[in-house]
């Protein structure tokens, strides 16, 4: 068993400590209590650990799903190139990421396509199933790698052009929210430094007070929401939830049957891809799945198929489906193929852009809470000098 190193990084230590010099000097401006300073302590240093263990979970996926991508591009590219497994692999080892190269190390003598299916055991994704499907078959069958890997190659262009995507509009919102957070305290700022005396007053209000403790406590949990929102990108989906939904997602539909396009252009015929498809596929979809395939041994018609589709809550479903069975009756003749393709592309794209409109959505959602904080602040403020009003008047 061979032991794997961790290289220790500074860069969470760092960050932490950034975010408790931070929220020192934020209770340092905001309050005049030193208990109220400790307990601030106490909250960033809870707020850091979460937001940073989720930040470097989320880091690690990305960067693996990243490496992931750039193996499969290179590896294809040089077998189409070299021609033998043994060539394509040692030429992508020396351009590949250290993680991989350390993995392999101890692998000199083991054939390529053993490593390349032990890198499964980092590269959890549906898509590197299909990669490994591919190479097996060029290894037995041979043929042109480069058309087989066509619409494999493309859903790898496609999986990083998105995460370009995401990572852009995380930046984007992420400066956004923290802009909208600066100008909100700005008010802050100026009763503290224009109108010191009276700031102070109205921090003897309990009110006013922890007031500023939750507003404080707001753009916090704000900023853990938006790297909660950006983590779920990129985290592993959950187990799903016991109750059984009346539609199934889209998005398992096109993750299940990207592999089962990748399934038949590597030359697997229809009923076969559809079994290595249920056995990938997780969750609902996989039990729906093998549903399928026990219901086409019983009834060699369309009715299984539209059965299929009608789980789901989108039309292009179903004719993606008939389109299949008459696939799998014509031996996969090319024009039905083509329209097949054509087919998935659209609810791929369609099932794309719903997603990242989702996101976008959620995110500007999260960028409105600044300005709930500044109402929160105005109230606060009208609440600290009435109270101050109050006292003036009955002294």
Do not use: C
């Amino acid at each position: 068993m061979k032991k794997k190193t961790h290289k220790l990084s500074l860069e969470p230590v760092i960050h932490f400590l950034t975010i408790l010099l931070l929220g020192l000097s934020i209770s340092y401006v905001t309050f005049d209590d030193q208990g109220l300073m400790l307990l601030n302590l106490f909250v960033f240093s809870f707020f850091a650990f979460f937001y940073i263990q989720r930040s470097l979970k989320a880091k690690a996926i990305e960067n693996t799903k990243l490496m992931m991508l750039t193996f499969i591009d290179q590896f294809i590219a040089s077998l189409s190139v070299h021609k033998t497994l043994l060539a394509a692999f040692d030429n992508t080892l020396e351009v590949s990421d250290e993680r991989i190269k350390n993995e392999l190390h101890t692998f000199s003598e083991v054939d390529p396509l053993e490593k390349i299916e032990y890198l499964a055991s980092i590269f959890k994704a549906n898509i590197y199933q299909s990669f490994i499907k591919n190479i097996r078959t060029y290894s037995e069958i041979g043929g042109d790698i480069l058309l087989m890997s066509s619409f494999l190659l493309k859903e790898v262009a496609e999986e990083r052009t998105l995460m370009m995507k995401y990572r852009q509009l995380t930046n984007q919102t992420f400066i956004e929210l923290l802009t909208g957070w600066f100008f909100v305290f700005l008010i802050i700022l100026m009763l503290k430094f224009a109108v010191s005396d009276i700031y102070l007053q109205l921090l003897m209000n309990p009110i006013f007070t922890y007031g500023l403790e939750m507003f404080i406590l707001l753009i916090l949990a704000s900023v853990y929401m938006h790297k909660y929102v950006t983590s779920q990108i990129y985290m592993e989906k959950k187990i799903r939830r016991r109750k059984k939904m009346k539609h199934l997602s889209i998005n398992d539909f096109v993750e299940s049957f990207s592999y089962f396009r990748n399934n038949l252009s590597s030359g697997t015929n229809v009923y076969k891809s559809l079994e290595m498809t249920a056995t990938q596929s997780q969750g609902d979809i996989g039990q729906e799945l093998f549903h399928l395939i026990n219901e086409i041994k019983i009834q060699q018609n369309v009715t299984p198929f539209i059965h299929f589709s009608s789980r789901f809550n989108d039309p292009l479903v179903k004719h993606i489906m008939v389109n299949i069975y008459q696939l799998m009756i014509n031996g996969g003749e090319s024009s039905l193929l083509f329209e097949f393709n054509h087919l998935f592309d659209r609810i791929y794209e369609t099932n794309t852009a719903l997603n990242y409109h989702h996101l976008k959505q959620h995110y500007e959602n999260i960028n409105q809470m600044p300005m709930l904080g500044s109402g929160i602040l105005v109230i606060l403020i009208m609440a600290g000098v009435i109270g101050l009003l109050g006292t003036m008047i009955y002294v």
